[in-house]
């Protein structure tokens, strides 16, 4: 049967830019056992980490990997690194002297990339009423713009 087993690397780093969705990272399991005993298949969750509901992980059946999935786009101007913990369980009834401590979780650490999603115009369209026949130069309306990209220097065109 198989033994979920992540000792060999349970730490998983991945790197998704903001606004997207897809696949980020496929989490391997080290499985000793003969294949061809057949046997269950890995069962993935993410116990921690994931509070907004953003990831999902899914077993591939062809190798009983875990694919984590980003479902709801990442904000990096909100949230920049996101730490999952994931249990592999097996989908076998366990069976009581396998012992499934604590080899059987992993972290995969998620850092969102950013993004130059460009300046933000309130109100959008901007709308003015200009009074006919007032005297050039006069204040006629101020525009509030909001960069969502805090970190970046960059000018408004
Ligand atoms: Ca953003
Ligand atoms: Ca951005």
Redesign the pocket.
């Known amino acids: 049967m198989i033994k979920p087993n992540l000792t060999t690397c349970v730490l998983f780093e991945a790197y998704v830019y ?1 606004g997207s969705t897809g696949v980020v990272v496929n989490l391997t399991v080290d499985d000793r056992d003969d294949p061809d005993t057949g046997a269950g298949r890995a069962i993935y969750s993410i116990v921690n980490g994931d509070p907004t509901l953003s990831f999902e992980i899914q077993t591939n059946p062809d190798n009983n990997e875990g694919m984590l999935s980003v479902i709801k786009p990442l904000d ?2 909100a949230e920049r690194f996101h730490t999952l913990l994931i249990k592999v369980e097996n989908e076998d009834p366990l069976v009581p002297d396998v012992g499934y401590g604590p080899s059987s979780t992993a972290t995969v650490h998620v850092t969102v990339l ?4 460009g300046p933000v115009f309130f109100p959008d369209p901007l709308t003015v009423n200009k009074m006919e026949n007032i005297p050039l130069g006069s204040f006629v309306a101020s525009l509030n713009a909001t960069d ?2 805090i970190l970046q220097t960059q000018s408004i065109r």
């Not at 950013?114 to 999603?117: S, V």
Request: net charge negative; no cysteine.
């Open positions: 903001e990096y101007e950013d993004i130059n999603e969502p990209d």
